[in-house]
């Protein structure tokens, strides 16, 4: 009984090592300056490890479980326009809030109003914050679409990809210099931590529950997807606006 | 008592990240998949366990760990710690006066790498399905050494100011060169591990290395050179885990 509480926390706390000993060796050796507020910083670091080990443990029984249970009941149900219509909403609804996304569109405005692309006013500033938001948002929704079509379908999801990697470079060329860095960024910022897993476990139960569909060769891949249209779409957005 | 103020608000932004998704899954299982699933309570339980503990998580990080990251990038980027020990100007610095800048760029990028909760999360589900074969400190060493090496790639070409495109269209040709040798059912996981790298403990100190990068290095500008090293960590450990694979390969050979 001991063990199952303390292994977790140990496990935790060998995650978050690396992490402690490289910036104590940057802040003890090389900026040679003394851990200010060490009793604020050990207890952040006791939060981390108990934050965690819980997400963890919550993992293996909410967010893993509840992905592959609804992907069953999808491939059971076997009907087509609700799974993908679960997919294209998974997709949207958890990228349109995300506060990381939020962050760089509003960095973008400032980008595009410093170059001239857009009004340097507060009003113009938001709307095209709001309309990349919303560009990305339908970028990751129609990533998930594609995904779950692939798994059904089994194509092999290299000839997508480099498709894609194809459409970036193709984009790349025309779209307005300024873009360029915060689409390439925004593949990145999409995917948050609550997303992932569940994304995960979808793509995977769906392959394992169709037949002829290898869960390891099949079942990933919808975040690769999901990193991928944004960068085209936001380039895209870039042009248009 | 700051703590507790603070951790509410943190509960607060975490329940707001959740609800959409919670909101999605309620609708289709109640509206269209209409089949109570089994376990409810423990889902629900996890469900709990997974804001609470991301909450506790993030505050833990804005406490202690982002504040102290945040100021070493500055001040490793500064040209009052970059001169400390010689008689250069500002404008004499070349690209391998940042070197220790380069160092913490690898260092933080593995370690925050291995910290990343989504990656432990894919890292544990690859295992499973694998049956084993992919381990989860294989899969995670591999992914965190992909980010340590597009994160200093990245800081090292903000210094010198290279176009971005240059190193990303080199990146994929690459991933496509790689893709026609690796082992089939690692293609897929591979693709993958570049999306999950990048989220709750990664971004914030690498955003702030990047801005701390442009702004203090002479003729870089934050808003158009800070961008790019989340691009960098989302490609190199696509490479990375696809490298491993091969290895794996050739030593069992």
Known sequence: ?????????????????????????????????????????????????????????????????????????????????????????????????????????????????????????????SGYAFGLRLTVALAVGFAIVIGVLRILKGWPIQYLIIGGYIGVVLMTMIAPQEIIGIAYDSGGVTTSTITVPLVTALGVGLASSIRGRNPMVDGFGLIAFASLTPIIFVMGYGLVY | MMHINAWIEVLLSTLRDVFPIAAIILGFQLFVLRRKPKNLAKILIGFGFVIAGLAMFLLGLEQALFPLGKLMAEQLTAPAFLLADSSMTEQQLVWYSYLWVYLFALCIGFSTTIAEPALIAVAIKANEVSAGAVSVWGLRIAVAIGVAFGIALGTFRIVTGTPLHYYIIAGYVLVIIQTAFAPRNIVALAYDSGGVTTSTVTVPLVTALGLGLATHVPGRSPIMDGFGLIAFASLFPIIAVMAYAQLGNYLRR
């Open chain 1, 1 to 125: 009984m001991l063990k199952q509480i303390t292994k977790p926390l140990l496990d935790s706390c060998r995650d978050l090592l690396p992490i402690v000993v490289v910036i104590a060796f940057f802040q003890l050796l090389i900026l040679r300056q003394p851990l200010p507020n060490l009793m604020e910083l050990l207890v952040g670091m006791l939060f981390v490890v108990l934050g965690l080990t819980l997400f963890i443990r919550g993992l293996e029984l909410g967010l893993f479980p509840i992905g592959e249970s609804m992907a069953y009941d999808f491939a059971r149900k076997g009907n087509l326009f609700w799974l993908l219509a679960f997919a294209f909403a998974l997709g949207f609804g958890t990228t349109v809030a995300e506060p990381a996304l939020i962050a760089v569109s509003a960095e973008a405005a400032t980008v595009a109003a410093e170059a001239d692309m857009i009004i340097n006013t507060d009003e113009s500033r």
